[in-house]
T-cell receptor
Framework: SQQGEEDPQALSIQEGENATMNCSYKTSINNLQWYRQNSGRGLVHLIL?????REKHSGRLRVTLDTSKKSSSLLITASRAADTASYFCATVATSGYALNFGKGTSLLVTP | GAVVSQHPSWVICKSGTSVKIECRSL??????MFWYRQFPKQSLMLMAT?????????EQGVEKDKFLINHASLTLSTLTVTSAHPEDSSFYIC?????????????FGPGTRLTVL
């Protein structure tokens, strides 16, 4: 069942600015993952953070995880127009292995 | 590595016909594959989990007789939408979990857009 909730639902920023998206979940997790989806396309895996990790970096991406608050954030620094896409968080529960996706944040980066 | 393909990319069919969608892991073996459905501007909803050589596990509310899943080999899973109706129009995405891989990383296919007239 879907359990992740992202906010904001939609975000519009200018190139060069940072974009922050948040995700909250309900159950205990093994890991949390962030994905990107361009309109009408498949998903691209961005980053995976395990339940015992607090922060992870990958290029311009920074992900944090707070298991006490059951929340995560994705920060995209120095955004580019090509970052325009929908971003989803997905959790894997400690009791399972299927991905439970959040509703996603639609990011628009204008030149 | 870890490429997953889907075929076809899109399909338009008449109401009442059946449509088969293939999901292949091209350069790795996948014991487990997952099928998701995504309606416009919505998130992915897991439909079923497909394990090679055994029956698929369907999520609550997904009709197993309508969405037939076959995972006959370690690199291929198929989803057949039987007697498709307009409300089945959606974006169907599969993912594959690498056999023996670390963690729970899934690799996603590019999706198949189904339009039922």
């Amino acid at each position: 069942s879907q359990q992740g909730e992202e906010d904001p639902q939609a975000l519009s920023i200018q190139e060069g600015e940072n974009a922050t998206m948040n995700c909250s979940y309900k159950t205990s997790i093994n890991n949390l993952q962030w994905y990107r989806q361009n309109s009408g396309r498949g998903l691209v895996h961005l980053i995976l953070i395990r339940s015992n990790e607090r922060e992870k970096h990958s290029g311009r991406l920074r992900v944090t995880l707070d298991t006490s608050k059951k929340s995560s954030s994705l920060l995209i620094t120095a955004s580019r127009a090509a970052d325009t896409a929908s971003y989803f968080c997905a959790t894997v529960a400690t009791s399972g292995y299927a991905l439970n996706f959040g509703k996603g944040t639609s990011l628009l980066v204008t030149p | 590595g870890a490429v997953v393909s889907q075929h076809p990319s899109w399909v338009i069919c008449k109401s009442g016909t059946s449509v088969k969608i293939e999901c292949r892991s091209l350069d790795f073996q996948a014991t487990t594959m997952f099928w998701y459905r995504q309606f416009p501007k919505q998130s992915l909803m897991l439909m079923a989990t497909s394990n090679e050589g055994s029956k698929a596990t369907y999520e609550q509310g997904v009709e197993k007789d309508k969405f037939l899943i076959n995972h006959a080999s370690l690199t291929l899973s198929t989803l057949t939408v039987t007697s498709a109706h307009p409300e089945d129009s959606s974006f169907y995405i599969c993912s594959a979990q690498r056999s023996g891989g670390a963690g729970n990383e899934q690799f996603f296919g590019p999706g198949t857009r189904l339009t039922v007239l």
